[in-house]
């Protein structure tokens, strides 16, 4: 039977445009984005170009799926060590990247296609970020590709909410009577210890955009994320990021000082009625204040009783996710490989590497001790970080983002 839908691969900026009004009629994640997705396709220098698939009924586009094609590598990794990178072409299709109709019939088309990319654009892999599960396309996918093409690509990872209570004082009461008393104690420690000496301060707009990217940064340097090389960093895409959220009001920075320095951040943002939580970190010193706890509170407490109803935490089941989080769903990542002697390698190797991360769980949790391991390890790539950031080093690199993006 014939299909009333037609498809067409978009793989250039200019031919973006023309979709573009259709593109931000549909949107509703951050980050498919019609101008976040620009600046990322643009300053990410890994990416070749996007590739955009778009569903059309007539000459009227109904549904598009936003990827990007980029050149990279598989990491073979345990834990935090990685063992080995293999290059890879591979389209990446991110989270929320679907927009527009979504039917049993738009998602066959598109899987259809899914296997055209292969040859059209050299490429090693597909890539479907945080897919929901149970969704039609997690269902459509697996039908269409099944074992021999659809790679283990990894657990499933849970993805923590929060409704917003209608106030503070609400928020509160949600909590238990040692939950309340624990996070009262944490300001009163902060008061005891250092009485007038520590502050919280918010960052909204364009211009306190570059101060609150300086303030982060000096905190981040100090992180383990840093030593993974994750995390938040100064660099060009992030403050055009910044500054783009802040131009439209989206942008929610929140730094804690400490005796006049920078101890803690949060980066936040509002899209829709969301507020999303994204980097954090805290400068390891300071750590037995639990000042990245305190610092989530004010962020809380601040938007308790506004439009914002719900609180994205993101990926994972870290501690203060499930402590704060009043619901969750569960995602994974569908990777898709060619029928070819290179695409079978790649399916073996990963799959042998997610099988052999499994099993290190399995292990280490028999005995208890999987979030003690996790620590230690932590603790060990902080060591390994310089003392103290350097501060004219951020200086000069946030002169020079200032005046490559006014």
């Known amino acids: 039977m014939t299909s009333r839908f037609k498809l067409k691969v978009i793989t250039s900026l200019t031919g973006l445009e023309t979709l573009r009004p259709f593109w931000e009629s549909v949107q509703w994640h951050w980050s498919a984005d019609y101008e976040f997705f620009r600046i990322f396709v643009q300053t990410r220098k890994e990416i070749l170009s996007p590739c955009v698939l778009v569903v059309s009924e007539g000459e009227k586009p109904v549904a598009l799926l936003a990827g990007r094609l980029e050149q990279a590598d598989m990491s073979i990794s345990l834990g935090y060590v990685t063992l080995a990178r293999i290059p890879v072409r591979q389209v990446i299709f991110m989270e929320g990247g679907f927009m527009g109709q979504k039917s049993e019939e738009i998602w066959s088309l598109l899987a259809g296609s899914l296997q055209q990319l292969f040859r059209g654009q050299q490429a090693n892999r597909i890539i479907l970020e945080q897919v929901k599960i149970g969704s039609v396309e997690q269902q459509v996918v697996q039908r269409a590709f099944g074992r021999r093409q659809l790679s283990v690509s990894g657990d499933e990872v849970e993805h923590w909410l929060m409704r917003m209570p209608a106030n503070w004082d609400a928020f509160l009461k949600n909590r238990s009577k040692k939950h309340r008393y624990w996070l009262k104690r944490m300001v009163t420690v902060l008061d ?215």
């Open 192 to 406: 005891r210890e250092f009485a007038g000496q520590w502050s919280i301060k918010k960052f909204t707009t364009g211009s306190e955009a570059a101060d609150f990217a300086q303030a982060a940064e000096q905190v981040s340097s100090k992180t383990y994320q840093r030593g993974l090389g994750v995390g938040f960093q100064l660099q060009g895409e992030t403050m055009r990021r910044l500054q783009l959220e802040a131009d439209q009001g989206r942008f929610r920075g929140y730094i804690l000082f400490i005796q006049g320095e920078p101890r803690a951040f949060w980066y936040c943002f509002v899209y829709g009625s969301t507020l999303y939580l994204g980097a954090t970190g805290y400068d390891p010193a300071f750590r037995n204040y639990e000042v990245g706890t305190v610092l989530l509170m004010r962020v809380f407490q601040d938007h308790c009783g506004t439009d914002i109803e719900t609180v994205d935490f993101g990926l994972g089941d870290a501690g203060y996710k499930q402590r704060f989080g009043s619901e969750k769903y569960s995602q994974t990542s569908l990777c898709i490989l060619p029928r070819t002697v290179r695409g079978f390698a790649l399916n073996m190797l990963q799959s042998a590497n997610v099988y052999a991360i499994k099993s290190a769980k399995a292990f280490l949790g028999r005995f208890g001790v999987i979030q003690w391991v996790k620590t230690r390890w932590r603790r060990k790539i902080e060591r390994k970080l310089p003392i103290q950031a350097d501060a004219e080093s951020d200086h000069a690199q946030l002169e020079t983002e200032r005046k490559a993006n006014p």
